[in-house]
């Protein structure tokens, strides 16, 4: 496995697995956002695109600094706002690297703590995070009026 920053020649790939991991979003807006990261008017801080031995693209991750992240002492925080790894290579350690390259980028810049975040009915990546040593902080319901 190979985890690299990504760049420009990545931008298709990042946005299909940004689309993947958030199929409700519209592409042309993961594609602007995606675009806004290189323009450096996005508040990701680092993307990591992670390689299997082939050299096919199998997983990303998105780190972005927050002023706050619950549970945490520090600020800013690094915070993971997105981790994805495509299907098939699930459950051969691409998300662990994925994440281990996150936490060193954080450690090289002075940072103590990471937070992330999961839907409250995702158990797949709550359980990924706790394997990684994260601890959970509490739960919420988030709720939304239109006016």
Request: one cysteine or more; glycine letters at 8%.
């Amino acid at each position: 496995m190979r985890i690299r920053l990504i760049g420009p020649g990545d931008m298709a790939t990042w946005c299909a697995m940004r689309h993947a991991l958030w199929p409700d979003a519209a592409e042309r807006d993961l594609i602007r956002e995606g675009q806004a990261y290189f323009d450096s008017a996005s508040s990701l801080q680092a993307v990591f695109l992670g390689e299997v031995a082939s050299g096919e693209p199998s997983g990303m991750l998105e780190l972005s600094l927050r002023s706050v992240a619950e549970g945490c002492r520090t600020t800013p925080v690094p915070y993971v706002e997105g981790w994805y790894v495509v299907p098939e290579a699930r459950r051969g350690g691409m998300g662990r690297c994925l994440m281990a390259a996150a936490e060193q980028w954080a450690r090289e810049r002075g940072y103590t703590e990471i937070a992330s975040d999961a839907v409250i009915d995702n158990h797949v990546s709550e359980r990924a995070h706790l394997a990684l040593g994260f601890a959970e902080v509490e739960r919420a319901i988030h709720f939304r009026k239109e006016l």
